[in-house]
C-alpha cells in the first residue's frame, strides 16, 4: 500500500468547518468540528485516490500552495 501525503486547507464556515484538498479536484469535506472535517476529509481523499487508481488514472502529487 503506499502513503500519501497532502495539503488540506479547513475554513470555517456559518460555524461549521470545510476542509478542502487542492491537489485533488471536487475532494471537500464538512464537519461539526475543526477535527470532524479532518476526519472526513482523509475518508474523501483515500476515496477518490481509490476511484483514480480503479480507472487507471494518474495519481496527482501534492501542489505547492503559494
Given at each position: 500500500m503506499n502513503t500519501y501525503t497532502y495539503?488540506?486547507?479547513v475554513?470555517?464556515?456559518?460555524?461549521?468547518?470545510?476542509a478542502m484538498c487542492?491537489?485533488?479536484p471536487r475532494?471537500?469535506?464538512?464537519g461539526n468540528t475543526?477535527?470532524?472535517a479532518?476526519?472526513?476529509?482523509?475518508?474523501s481523499i483515500s476515496h477518490r485516490l481509490e476511484v483514480?487508481?480503479?480507472k487507471g488514472e494518474p495519481i496527482p502529487k501534492d501542489k505547492d500552495l503559494v
Amino acid at each position: 500500500m503506499n502513503t500519501y501525503t497532502y495539503t488540506v486547507l479547513v475554513v470555517k464556515e456559518n460555524g461549521n468547518y470545510r476542509a478542502m484538498c487542492p491537489a485533488l479536484p471536487r475532494c471537500a469535506a464538512f464537519g461539526n468540528t475543526r477535527k470532524e472535517a479532518l476526519q472526513n476529509i482523509e475518508i474523501s481523499i483515500s476515496h477518490r485516490l481509490e476511484v483514480l487508481k480503479k480507472k487507471g488514472e494518474p495519481i496527482p502529487k501534492d501542489k505547492d500552495l503559494v
